[in-house]
C-alpha cells in the first residue's frame, strides 16, 4: 500500500547510556504481574466489540505481519507510521460521521497522534543523518551535525515539531489556512500611506513599526498572526511569499535566510562562495531585529513582536505565551538551533537557547503528564535503555493510582522494546519483558488471547510460558482455542507440549473439577494427529483418577469426549501404522481396558432394567391369577385372552433378559480377560503410581465384575453357567489382583446361589 508521506528532511543520532536495574525487584513485579493474569476472570472472546477490539487488532496483526519481514529499522518504523496514520484518519472519519466525541474515541485518537509523531521524529532522524553523512565534506553546517550530536539532534527536532504543527488540524494549521484570504490584498497600508501623501498625519507611517489608520491594523495584526502560523508549521516559503505580496515585504529577506536550516549548499566551506555571504547578511538582520525587540518604548504591536523574536531566534516573549508542550518545544528548539548558526557564523550567541535536546526536554517536561514526550526525547538521542526504564517506571507509577494504563500507549511500549531487540538496542531486558507482559495481559482483558503468541516470544521461557498457559486456560469456546493453536504454530511455538503441559497442570491442581479437568483434556483433540499419542496416555490419567474416586460418570463423560470423531481414541492411535512408542502402546492397551469396562458396566445396567421389568410382570401374572381365580364365568373368555397376552409378553421379557445377560456376561468376560491393566514397563515415579492405581481398578472392578457376571446369570436361571465364572479366577490368576476379602465374597454369592461350596477353590 502506498506509504503516508512524511517530510523527512532531518535525523538525528542519538547516544546510548548505560544503566542497570534492580534485578531482584523486577524478579519481585514480574512475578505479581504473573499472579495478576491468573485472577482475570474468564475470556469469552465474542462479548468484546468495539473500538477497542477493532483497533487493537488491526494495528497488532499488521505490525506482527510487517515487524518480522523488514530488514531495517526505518522500514519498521515506517510502516508504523502508515499504519497509525490510517487508524487515525479512520477516527476522525468515526467522528464526523457520528457527530459526536466519544471519549473512549477521543482518548484512542489522541494516543494514536502521539504515537505518529513519535515514528515521524525517528524517520526525521534517521532521514537527516543520512543527509549529513553526503555532505558533511562540502557543508559547514552537515560538518558540525556529524561532529556534534546536539546540532543534529537540534534541527531535527525543530523540523519535527514544525511539522507536526503543520498537520494538526486543530493549531497553527488551521490559522495557515487563512493564506488564500489574503490573495487580493495589494498592500497592508494602502489606508495609511493615502493618509501620509494627503498629509493627514503626522505620525502615521508605512513602515512596520509605524501607526496605522482605519482598518489598517487590523489587517496587519491578521497577516503577522497568520505568517507567524506559517512559520510555526514550517512554511518558510509560504510565509514570505505572503508578505511580499500584502506589500510588508521588509521581513522577507529574513525568512529567505532560514532556508540555511534546510539547504546544505548555503553554508559552503569555500569563503569566497557567495552563498556563505548569506551568514553574515542573517547576522546584521537578526542584529537589528533584535535591538528593535529591545528598545525601550517600542510601539510595536505584540504579533509583530511574537514574529519577529521566531526569526530573531529569541526565547522570550515567544515562551510565557505558548501554553501547550508542543509549542514551548518549538520556541526553545528555534532558538537553539538559531544559536547554532550565530555560532556557525561567529556572531553573537543568544545566552538564554538551551544547548541540547536533552536541555529541552529537561525544562519542558516537569510540566507536562502526557508520558509521549519522554519518550520522544529518548527516541531521538536514540537512548533505547532511557525509553524502557522510563515506559517502565510510568507503567508502575500508573496503577499504583488503581487505574489501567491506556491501551495503545502500552501497545507502543511494547512494540518499541520489540523494536529495540530486532534491531539490537541495548536496554534493560527485565524492564522490557515487564512491559511486554503487562500488554500481553492488556491483551487477555480484551479478549485478544490469539494475538498473544507473538508477544510471549519476546519473554523468558518461563515467563512465556506461563502467559501462554494461563491464557489457555480462560478460553473456552472451540473457535478462540482453535485461533490460539494457530497464533502459537505461526509464534513458532511449540504447541504441542504446552497442550499437553495445560492438561498436566490442571490435572495437578486440586481446586479443578472433574469437568474442568475433562474441558482442559480437549486441547490434546484439537489438532490430535499432532497429539494423538498424548492424548491417549493423559486419558488414561484422568481415567484413572475418576475410577479410583469411584466416578463412574466422569470416566464416562471423558470417554464420550474422546469418542467424538470415529472409533475409540486408541484404535484412530493404532490405526495410524506408524511406531508407537512403548508407553503409547501400554496407554492404549490400558485406555481399551476402560472401554471395555463401561461397556460391561452399561450392558448390566441395561440387564437389570429388563430383569426388573420381568420381575414386576411375573408380580402382575401372580395378582391377576388370584382376581380371575374368584370370578365367574363370563369373565372367563376375557381372562384367557389377557393370560395369552400376559404370556407372550413373559416370553418377551424372558427373552430380551437371556440376551442382555449374555451381552454382559460377554462384555464382562472380555474386561477381566483383557491384559490393558496388567501391562507394566519402564520406571519412575509416574510409572510406579500408574501400576499402584491400575492394582487398586483391578481388585475393585475385576471382583464386581465377577460378581455381576454370576449375578446376571444366577437371576436368568443359569446357575451352572454362573458356577462357572469361577473357573476364570485359576485361568486368568484373578486371584493375584483381587483381595482375598472380595474374592471371599464373589464365592460366597456363588455358594449362595448354587449350593456349591467350591471347596476346591484355593484362594490362598
Not at 464373589?746 to 467350591?758: A, E, N, P, R, W
Request: aromatic share 8%; with cysteine.
Amino acid at each position: 500500500s502506498q506509504m503516508m508521506e512524511v517530510d523527512t528532511s532531518y535525523g538525528g543520532q542519538a547516544r546510548q547510556h548505560e544503566d542497570h536495574a534492580d534485578a531482584a525487584a523486577a524478579a519481585a513485579a514480574e512475578e505479581a504481574e504473573l499472579a495478576r493474569l491468573a485472577t482475570l476472570p474468564v475470556i469469552n472472546i465474542h462479548d468484546q466489540e468495539g473500538i477497542s477490539y477493532t483497533l487493537s487488532t488491526t494495528l497488532c496483526e499488521d505490525f506482527h505481519k510487517f515487524e518480522g519481514a523488514q530488514d531495517g529499522t526505518d522500514e519498521i518504523f515506517a510502516e508504523s507510521y502508515d499504519l497509525c496514520g490510517k487508524a487515525v484518519q479512520a477516527l476522525e472519519g468515526t467522528i464526523r460521521s457520528s457527530g459526536r466525541r466519544d471519549p473512549k474515541v477521543v482518548g484512542a485518537l489522541k494516543q494514536l497522534r502521539s504515537e505518529v509523531e513519535a515514528y515521524r521524529l525517528v524517520l526525521l532522524a534517521h532521514n537527516y543523518e543520512d543527509q549529513v553523512e553526503a555532505a558533511k565534506d562540502v557543508s559547514l553546517l552537515a560538518h558540525a551535525c556529524a561532529h556534534d550530536d546536539d546540532t543534529r539532534q537540534l534541527m531535527t527536532l525543530l523540523r519535527w515539531s514544525e511539522q507536526a504543527a503543520a498537520d494538526d488540524p486543530n493549531g497553527f494549521a488551521d490559522l495557515c489556512s487563512q493564506y488564500d484570504t489574503f490573495q487580493t490584498v495589494a498592500n497592508l497600508k494602502r489606508d495609511t500611506t493615502n493618509a501620509c501623501l494627503r498629509g493627514n498625519s503626522t505620525d502615521l507611517g508605512a513602515d512596520f513599526d509605524s501607526k496605522s489608520s482605519g482598518d489598517d491594523g487590523a489587517l496587519i495584526d491578521k497577516v503577522y498572526r497568520v505568517v507567524f502560523a506559517l512559520v510555526r508549521c514550517g512554511k518558510y516559503e509560504e510565509a514570505r511569499e505572503l508578505l511580499i505580496k500584502t506589500g510588508a515585504a521588509s521581513l522577507a529577506p529574513l525568512l529567505s535566510l532560514r532556508r540555511v536550516q534546510d539547504d546544505f549548499a548555503l553554508t559552503p566551506f569555500e569563503q569566497e562562495n557567495p552563498y556563505l555571504k548569506m551568514l553574515q547578511k542573517r547576522k546584521l538582520f537578526k542584529k537589528t531585529i533584535t535591538s528593535l525587540l529591545n528598545r525601550e518604548g517600542s510601539t510595536l504591536s505584540q504579533p509583530l513582536r511574537v514574529l519577529w523574536a521566531a526569526l530573531a531566534g529569541r526565547v522570550e516573549p515567544l515562551l510565557s505565551l505558548a501554553n501547550k508542550t508542543e509549542d514551548r518545544i518549538w520556541v526553545l528548539a528555534n532558538a537553539a538551533v538559531e544559536a547554532k548558526l550565530d555560532e556557525l557564523a561567529g556572531g553573537e550567541v543568544c545566552c538564554d537557547a538551551p544547548g541540547s535536546v536533552q536541555s529541552i526536554f529537561g525544562e519542558v517536561l516537569p510540566h507536562e503528564s502526557w508520558p509521549y514526550f519522554r519518550l520522544y526525547s529518548a527516541l531521538l538521542r536514540e537512548d533505547a535503555r532511557d525509553a524502557v526504564r522510563f515506559a517502565a517506571e510510568f507503567i508502575a507509577d500508573y496503577e499504583k493510582s488503581d487505574k489501567a494504563v491506556p491501551e495503545h500507549l502500552l501497545r507502543f511500549m511494547a512494540h518499541l522494546v520489540i523494536i529495540f531487540r530486532n534491531t539490537k538496542r541495548q536496554h534493560d531486558v527485565t524492564l522490557g519483558n515487564r512491559i511486554i507482559l503487562k500488554y500481553t495481559g492488556k491483551l487477555l482483558t480484551l479478549s485478544l488471547t490469539h494475538l498473544i503468541p507473538f508477544y510471549v516470544n519476546y519473554l523468558n521461557d518461563a515467563t512465556g510460558k506461563s502467559v501462554t498457559m494461563q491464557t489457555m486456560y480462560r478460553l473456552k469456546s472451540v473457535a478462540s482455542r482453535l485461533s490460539f493453536l494457530e497464533a502459537l504454530s505461526a509464534a513458532g511455538q511449540d504447541y504441542r507440549t504446552l497442550a499437553r503441559e495445560v492438561v498436566v497442570k490442571s490435572r495437578k491442581d486440586e481446586a479443578n473439577s472433574p469437568s474442568d479437568l475433562i474441558d482442559r483434556f480437549r486441547w490434546l483433540l484439537y489438532r490430535e494427529w499432532e497429539t494423538e499419542g498424548a492424548a491417549v496416555v493423559e486419558a488414561c490419567v484422568l481415567l484413572r483418577t475418576f475410577l479410583e474416586s469411584g466416578d463412574d460418570s466422569s470416566v464416562r463423560a471423558l470417554l464420550e469426549v474422546c469418542a467424538a470423531r470415529d472409533g475409540s481414541l486408541a484404535d484412530r492411535v493404532r490405526a495410524r501404522g506408524d511406531h508407537l512408542a512403548a508407553a503409547v502402546r501400554r496407554a492404549c492397551a490400558e485406555y481399551t481396558e476402560f472401554v471395555y469396562y463401561l461397556n460391561g458396566v452399561d450392558a448390566f445396567d441395561a440387564w437389570r432394567q429388563a430383569h426388573g421389568e420381568r420381575a414386576n410382570e411375573r408380580r402382575k401374572d401372580s395378582t391377576r391369577s388370584d382376581v380371575t381365580s374368584g370370578s365367574s364365568m363370563m369373565y372367563s373368555a376375557e381372562a384367557a385372552l389377557e393370560s395369552k397376552r400376559a404370556g407372550e409378553r413373559a416370553d418377551r421379557l424372558r427373552a430380551t433378559e437371556s440376551m442382555l445377560s449374555a451381552k454382559g456376561v460377554a462384555m464382562l468376560d472380555m474386561f477381566v480377560r483383557h491384559d490393558g491393566w496388567r501391562m507394566g514397563g519402564g520406571g519412575g515415579e509416574m510409572e510406579e503410581e500408574r501400576m499402584r492405581s491400575l492394582a487398586v481398578l483391578r481388585d475393585r472392578y475385576f471382583s464386581s465384575s465377577l460378581l455381576r457376571m454370576a449375578q446376571m446369570l444366577a437371576e436368568s436361571g443359569e446357575e451352572r453357567a454362573a458356577l462357572e465364572t469361577s473357573t476364570l479366577v485359576h485361568s486368568l490368576r484373578l486371584h493375584e489382583d483381587i483381595s482375598k476379602e472380595k474374592l471371599h465374597t464373589y464365592l460366597q454369592y456363588i455358594h449362595k446361589v448354587t449350593g456349591s461350596s467350591l471347596g476346591q477353590l484355593s484362594i490362598a
